[in-house]
């Protein structure tokens, strides 16, 4: 699996440690230099990007362990941001 190339932009501006190689999804977003203060720069810049709220319930260290972990959860919030609501 790799990032969608908009999610690999959004995180190579806010990770201290990446070089030209594609991120892999599965490393450590920490030992790319992400720390507590990047990680609020991240959030506002996924939600402005993707136009997508990010819960305070997602607001853990797994979320924002790896960019898999961002991709689901971004992924998952697009689509419910899409599905008609009942009523």
């Keep these: 699996m790799t990032l969608h190339a908009d ?3 959004v ?4 990770l201290k ?3 030209g190689e594609a991120l892999d999804p599965d ?3 920490r030992d790319l230099g992400l720390d507590s203060m990047r990680a609020i720069d991240l959030l506002f ?3 402005d990007t993707f136009h997508v709220v990010i819960p305070d ?3 853990t260290d797994h979320t924002f362990a ?3 972990s961002l991709q689901v959860t971004v992924d ?3 689509r419910q941001a899409t599905q008609p609501t009942d009523g």
């Design 11 to 14: 995180l190579r501006k806010h």
């Design 76 to 78: 998952r919030l697009r």
């Design 17 to 19: 440690y990446v070089d």
């Design 66 to 68: 790896t960019g898999r």
């Design 7 to 9: 999610l690999d932009a």
């Design 45 to 47: 810049a996924l939600e």
């Design 27 to 29: 490393r450590p977003l």
């Design 57 to 59: 319930e997602l607001l």
